[in-house]
Structure formats: structure tokens, C-alpha cells
T-cell receptor, first 114, second 111 residues
Framework: AQKVTQAQTEISVVEKEDVTLDCVYE???????LFWYKQPPSGELVFLIR??????QNEISGRYSWNFQKSTSSFNFTITASQVVDSAVYFC???????????FGKGTRLSVIA | DVKVTQSSRYLVKRTGEKVFLECVQD?????MFWYRQDPGLGLRLIYF???????EKGDIPEGYSVSREKKERFSLILESASTNQTSMYLC??????????FGQGTRLTVV
């Protein structure tokens, strides 16, 4: 069975702090895909990153970075020097290689306080 | 600019009404989905479709049906709306091995 766990329900940080959002996944597939999405107050889910299971390289995009570790089945997301605009619900998701839907975690609500 | 468009942003319906939520994508994606989002429960899959006229039940299909007569359009139908179907509904589409694109969401209130 496929499962994604985001243990942190809500996180609150002060602006300019760094924050890490945790994501742990379960799958028996050897080929799979991991995603992070951001859902701002407007409601639409915005794609942030996709990682396939064969690529364990960490990725950095501006203030965002992702750490993929197959050994611990984790795909954590770090925001450096957080800003108020980062306030949103963040979802981690797991996908398979065929025509199957994504499985989402329950999301982490991040509040960045000025 | 790729797009998934949901027909309504906000909707208020009465208990027992038949409700149609429409979703259209312009990316020629094979796969389309309907999720429901509730506080503390995350996104739960209602139905998905991997081709025209094909559909598969997700985790919570009870009280819902779907229709996919054309590749670009995936409709969610609440046969007889109930108050426990008050929720945010999200439509998405994707091509295999790529990211899913989401619509803006429909916030449905059943009174």
C-alpha cells in the first residue's frame, strides 16, 4: 500500500527563520515519484517539485531545498529565511509509474509571522 | 499556460439537490481526478479516470458519480447532496510520470 505521512500538522515560525517540513512515505514500488505542492489561502494547489526514485540528489531552488533519502523513505522540504508569503498548507505526495492517482499526505500548515 | 478550470469557485446547494461539478483541462492529459479536501483529513480521492469513458473508484466514492465523455472534461456528480458533502473539491489532471495540475477548487456548501 502507498502511504504518505506528514507528522507536523501545524508549524509557526517568525519571519527569517528556517523551517523544515517532514515527509515520510511508504511504497513497495521500485519506481515512484515524490512531489511537493503548496496551497496558499486562495486554495489552488501549486506544484513545487517532482523527484523520481532513481534520483537522490538534493535540489535547491532559491530559498527552497529538498532532501530525498531512500534509506529513511523521507523527502523533506526546507525553507530558508522564511517570509510571510510562505504561509500556506504544504502537501507531500507519492505517485506510481502507471495511470494511478497521487497519494497525498494530510498536509502541514505553515504560518510565518512578521 | 497550462490550465485546469473548475466551473465554480463557490457553490451553495440544498439538501437533496443533484449537483454537477465540472472540470476542464487543456493539456490533453489522459488522467483526471477528483479529490475532496477537509480540515485534518488532507486530500481524499473520490474518483479518477485514465481515459475517456473510463473511471475508477477512489477512497470515498459513496454518494458520488462521475462522467468523462470527452478527454478534456471530467464531471463530478452528487446524486442527492447531503450536508456531509460540504467540502472543498479539487480537480486535477496529469500525464504519466509528470506532475499533476490542479484547478482552483470549488467550495461547496450544502444547506
Amino acid at each position: 500500500a502507498q502511504k504518505v505521512t506528514q507528522a507536523q500538522t501545524e508549524i509557526s515560525v517568525v519571519e527569517k527563520e528556517d523551517v523544515t517540513l517532514d515527509c515520510v512515505y511508504e511504497t513497495r514500488d521500485t519506481t515512484y515519484y515524490l512531489f511537493w505542492y503548496k496551497q496558499p489561502p486562495s486554495g489552488e494547489l501549486v506544484f513545487l517539485i517532482r523527484r523520481n526514485s532513481f534520483d537522490e540528489q538534493n535540489e535547491i531552488s532559491g530559498r527552497y531545498s529538498w532532501n530525498f533519502q531512500k534509506s529513511t523513505s523521507s523527502f523533506n522540504f526546507t525553507i530558508t529565511a522564511s517570509q510571510v508569503v510562505d504561509s500556506a498548507v504544504y502537501f507531500c505526495a507519492l505517485g506510481r509509474s502507471g495511470n494511478t492517482p497521487l497519494v497525498f499526505g494530510k498536509g502541514t500548515r505553515l504560518s510565518v509571522i512578521a | 499556460d497550462v490550465k485546469v478550470t473548475q466551473s465554480s469557485r463557490y457553490l451553495v446547494k440544498r439538501t437533496g439537490e443533484k449537483v454537477f461539478l465540472e472540470c476542464v483541462q487543456d493539456m490533453d492529459h489522459e488522467n483526471m481526478f477528483w479529490y475532496r479536501q477537509d480540515p485534518g483529513l488532507g486530500l481524499r480521492l473520490i474518483y479518477f479516470s485514465y481515459d475517456v469513458k473510463m473511471k475508477e473508484k477512489g477512497d470515498i466514492p459513496e454518494g458520488y458519480s462521475v462522467s468523462r465523455e470527452k478527454k478534456e472534461r471530467f464531471s463530478l456528480i452528487l446524486e442527492s447532496a447531503s450536508t456531509n458533502q460540504t467540502s472543498m473539491y479539487l480537480c486535477a489532471s496529469f500525464r504519466v510520470r509528470t506532475e499533476a495540475f490542479f484547478g482552483q477548487g470549488t467550495r461547496l456548501t450544502v444547506v
